[in-house]
């Protein structure tokens, strides 16, 4: 479950993806559209701070950036107890992409004839940070992209990993993403908070919290609590 691990996913755009490959190479080649610029918590935090940042965490804790788990599910109505960490992880894991190149699709893949290529990845800083809420495993993650508008997109694998999400509802997830600002839920069993947030300068933010695919659910952190508290931590950044 560690955010390495994720983002070594994330960058190969596996085959079984389908359609949502194609709208995250789309997306990956473009930087218009919404600049990133709205409300929210992270309207002082920039991909350069997020990188820096994620170079010298400690992976002991606790979560950089002034997230608070604890306090996020207090102020969403939450009333679980929270510890640092789960078994077999630690409580912060960080991962800094250097980018990858333009590629060939994998074997098999339907792309658009005008794209004979998967578009080149930029860099990135991906910071996670795990819990345990009652007795399941519960993770936060920061993904932060100095390109305009694609951090959702570059997220899709990891959204569909976590949230059980189909492709065609992953499709729809990407064509009417949050704007900065905003936070969702993912379609189908609403398992994923995602938070686009506000970064300053050039850049793109996205929050999101979820519970380990492969544990027990913990019922309270689905649907609009799991809102409320997605919405409670991306207000809660700061450099």
């Not at 010298?56 to 109505?77: E, N, Q, R, T, Y």
Request: glycine share 12%.
């Amino acid at each position: 479950m560690t955010a390495d691990r994720t983002t070594a996913k994330m960058r190969r755009v596996p085959a079984l993806l389908g359609a949502v490959g194609i709208v995250l190479g789309a997306a990956a080649c473009s930087s218009s559209g919404d600049s990133g610029s709205g409300s929210g918590g992270g309207g002082k935090l920039s991909y350069d701070q997020v990188r820096s940042t994620a170079q010298g965490v400690a992976k002991s804790g606790p979560c950089p950036f002034g997230l608070d788990l604890a306090a996020a599910l207090k102020g969403a109505g939450i009333d679980r107890p929270v510890t640092a960490g789960a078994k077999d992880e630690q409580p912060v894991d960080t991962d800094l992409g250097d980018g990858v190149p333009a590629q060939d699709w994998p074997a098999g893949a339907s792309h658009p004839a005008g794209m004979p290529s998967m578009p080149a990845t930029p860099p990135s800083a991906w910071v996670t940070c795990t819990y345990t809420v009652g007795s399941t495993p519960v993770r936060i993650d920061l993904l932060a992209i100095p390109q305009n508008d694609i951090a959702v997109n570059i997220m899709l694998p990891h959204i569909q990993r976590f949230g059980n999400v189909g492709v065609d509802q992953l499709t729809q997830f990407a064509n009417d993403k949050p704007k900065a600002g905003e936070t969702r839920l993912t379609p189908g069993d609403a398992s994923v908070g995602v938070a686009r947030v506000a970064a300053k300068g050039k850049g793109d933010l996205v929050l999101t919290l979820t519970q380990d695919a492969d544990a027990a659910v913990e019922p309270s952190l689905v649907g609009e609590p799991l809102r409320k508290a997605t919405e409670q931590l991306a207000a809660q950044l700061r450099p």
